[in-house]
């Protein structure tokens, strides 16, 4: 059973259009954190979300963490093709408790 | 800062014979690294969580004696494939917590490709 869903589990989109990845799940995190991995590369951490209704922004990338501590989502706007890549969520229950979620791979046309 | 590197990067090995792969944390301290495997634009799938001096704790259907794993200092962690077998094939990932950083986060090396043939 995943902790952490994510949706869609794949995207393909035209560059400069907009999306939105969700990270969802029933539990509870005191922290979430958002990685981008290409392929053959480990996972590159993008940010970190500790707050409840907390929002971080990266240049074209919003991250949201959900009021109860519980989802989260990306939104890029104007996609780029350097924002090809496997997007990963993963949450953090104290201690050594961390979940990953299901992954999006998401691949920008030109 | 928060650097982890993997050695080797890829790995062509015999069926049957042991492969180790390191784990370092470049610029921070790391009391707790992870290993994970990863199938083709799949999630990372947590194998064994590594302590500093002492033993790891393993997933449920990870077989300690097949993945052995050595936090011997605070900057490095080896995981070892014994007698591996074409169906342990896969990329391996570690991961590191930064002991003097936001404990929450981890660092990812850049992983290890390993096929048994």
């Known amino acids: 059973t995943q902790l952490l869903e994510q949706s869609p589990q794949f995207l393909s989109i035209q560059e400069g259009e907009n999306l939105t990845v969700y990270c969802n799940s029933s539990s509870v995190f005191s922290s979430l954190q958002w990685y981008r991995q290409e392929p053959g590369e480990g996972p590159v951490l993008l940010v970190t979300v500790v707050t409840g209704g907390e929002v971080k922004k990266l240049k074209r990338l919003t991250f949201q963490f959900g009021d109860a501590r519980k989802d989260s989502s990306l939104h890029i706007t104007a996609a780029q093709t350097g924002d090809t890549g496997l997007y990963l969520c993963?949450?953090?229950?104290?201690?050594?408790?961390?979940?990953f979620g299901t992954g999006t791979s998401l691949t920008v046309i030109p | 800062g928060a650097v982890v590197s993997q050695h080797p990067s890829r790995v062509i090995c015999k069926s049957g014979t042991s492969v180790k792969i390191e784990c370092r944390s470049l610029d921070f301290q790391a009391t707790t690294m992870f290993w994970y495997r990863q199938f083709p634009k799949k999630s990372l799938m947590l194998m064994a969580t590594?302590?500093?001096?002492?033993?790891?704790?393993?997933e449920q259907g990870v077989e300690k004696d097949k993945f052995l794993i050595n936090h011997a200092s605070l900057t490095l962690s080896t995981l070892t494939v014994t007698s591996a077998h074409p169906e342990d094939s896969s990329f391996y990932i570690c991961?590191?917590?930064?002991?003097?950083?936001?404990?929450?986060?981890?660092?990812f090396g850049p992983g290890t490709r390993l096929l048994v043939l």
């Open positions: 993963a949450g953090a229950q104290g201690g050594n408790q961390f979940y």
């Open positions: 991961s590191a917590r930064d002991t003097g950083g936001f404990q929450e986060t981890q660092y």
């Open positions: 590594s302590n500093e001096g002492s033993k790891a704790t393993y």
